[in-house]
């Protein structure tokens, strides 16, 4: 079964910082392009981030940039999002997503998926 896990996730004030992990089971991310996406309740879901599959191109909203960082290390199969400086409204469920090589910024382009992980700022 090929599966994305979402990790790190959780409650962090104002100004803080979270590490979220995205890590593939049951097939390699060599070849895959990882996106970054948040939903909260009653809105569409929104891309926050995405890294090629080589790691060459990366690109972030707006409402990020500066903010937050992604990476990857397919030695570990893995992709990161370093989330710094939070804010309140970046509170949503965040989820991985991947498709080949490389980014897009519409969900239905992805054929993975993880289950998500909760972010809360809250003070």
């Known amino acids: 079964q090929r599966q994305l896990v979402e990790s790190g996730g959780g409650l962090v004030q104002p100004g803080g910082s979270l590490r979220l992990s995205c890590a593939a089971s049951?097939?390699?991310?060599?070849?895959?392009?990882i996106g970054w996406f948040r939903q909260v309740p009653g809105k569409e879901r929104e891309a926050v981030s995405c890294?090629?599959?080589?790691?060459?191109?990366?690109n972030y909203a707006d409402s990020v940039k500066g903010r937050f960082t992604i990476s990857r290390d397919n030695a570990k199969n893995t992709v990161y999002l370093q989330m710094n400086s939070l804010k309140p409204e970046d509170s949503a469920v965040y989820s991985c997503?991947?498709?080949?090589?490389?980014?897009?910024?519409?969900?239905?382009?992805?054929?993975?998926w993880g289950q998500g992980t909760q972010v809360t700022v809250s003070s």
């Open positions: 997503a991947a498709r080949y090589h490389y980014c897009s910024r519409s969900p239905s382009e992805y054929i993975y």
């Open positions: 049951g097939f390699t991310l060599d070849y895959y392009a």
């Open positions: 890294i090629s599959s080589s790691g060459g191109s990366t």
